[in-house]
């Protein structure tokens, strides 16, 4: 299974050779020392926000937009983050120079703080805030070449006047459901749809699909986070010429279109070839989504794929 790979791979580079330095607060400190208490309500509640986020060759990709989701999310749920925008970024590089991360992957993550066992946020002690930069690939390579396959998810995606999927919060329990019905099903992700049944986005990408060659996403008050993959995505294919289109689908839309893709900081572009047992296109990642996987690689690392 793909988690125990990546589980398998962690523990790997701890047992031989590579602990890591986390950003614990104000300082770097070995990953032994970094410690969060029981009584934090990060941990008791969910209570706080995060960021994913890629280094390709050594620079923090889309630094800034990330900064911005961050603290847009901590304001919503009335969150401070101990420190300014541009201390953090600077605490966010020191975090990836000290790891030795060329390519990589960045946990930012801030939590409410030590409180009581209630839930009241406001008797917190100051926020906690972490930086972890490592190695990730979520998905073989193999992978992107077939697509992948996934199933509808009955969970529905958090109701905007609840948990507003705009927030990147802590807690993820409600796509956590839906990733279990997908791994229940063998497949490796599943669609998420609102409650009014538009497609809101797959538990950790967005979505977009290619249908008589334009580009279509759900916009984020269809119940998605707005992705920053998501946004490059739409730049590059506006400068491929191509329509992009932001409007409600359907599942009907889905299962008919040409092509399909999901984009995220972890899995960037993906081809998705099989919804619900009904193939998209031929069984294969269509043009398109090709053509936007390589441009978002060329955009993110600075240079062009080569072909195997
Ligand atoms: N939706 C959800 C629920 C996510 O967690 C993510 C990030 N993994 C995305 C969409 C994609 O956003 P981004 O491109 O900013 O990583």
Redesign the pocket.
């Known amino acids: 299974m793909i988690a125990d790979s990546v589980y398998a791979k962690r523990y790997t580079l701890i047992g031989d050779f590579m602990a890591l330095k986390i950003w614990l607060d104000d300082k770097l400190v070995d990953e032994a020392e970094a410690k969060i208490s029981v009584f934090d309500h990060g941990v008791l509640y969910g209570d706080g926000v995060f960021e ?1 986020i890629r280094v390709y060759g050594g620079r923090v990709f889309e630094l800034q937009a990330h900064l911005r989701r961050l603290y847009e999310s901590a304001k919503v749920i009335r969150l401070d983050v101990p420190m300014g925008k541009d201390e953090l970024l600077s605490a966010v590089e020191k975090t990836v120079e000290a790891n030795g991360v060329i390519d990589g992957y960045i946990r930012l993550v801030v939590t409410r703080g030590v409180g009581t066992l209630g839930l009241n946020p406001f008797i917190c002690e100051d926020g906690r805030l972490f930086i972890i930069a490592d190695n990730i690939q979520l998905y073989p390579e193999e992978l992107y070449e077939k697509g992948l396959k996934v199933i509808s998810a009955t969970t529905v995606r958090n109701h905007p006047l609840a948990v507003p ?1 705009q927030i ?1 919060s802590m807690n993820y329990l409600n ?1 956590i459901l839906a990733k279990i019905e997908a791994l229940d099903s063998d497949v490796p992700e599943a669609i998420m749809y609102n409650h009014e049944g538009y497609v809101a ?6 979505v977009f699909i290619v249908r008589d060659g334009i580009v279509y996403t759900p916009p984020a008050e269809a119940g ?2 707005e ?4 946004n490059v995505v739409i730049k590059l294919a506006k400068q491929e010429k191509l329509e992009v289109v932001e409007k409600n689908l359907t599942r009907f839309d889905l299962y008919v279109c040409d092509e399909f893709f999901l ?4 899995a960037e572009v993906i081809g998705i070839v099989e919804i619900d047992s009904r193939v998209i296109g031929d069984g294969r990642p269509g043009p398109i989504t090709k053509l936007l996987k390589n441009k978002f690689f060329e955009y993110a690392h600075g240079k062009k794929k080569r072909d195997k």
Do not use: H
């Open positions: 994913g999927p990147k796509n986005e797959a538990t950790g990408d967005n998605s986070l992705g920053i993959t998501q984009t995220g900081t972890a």
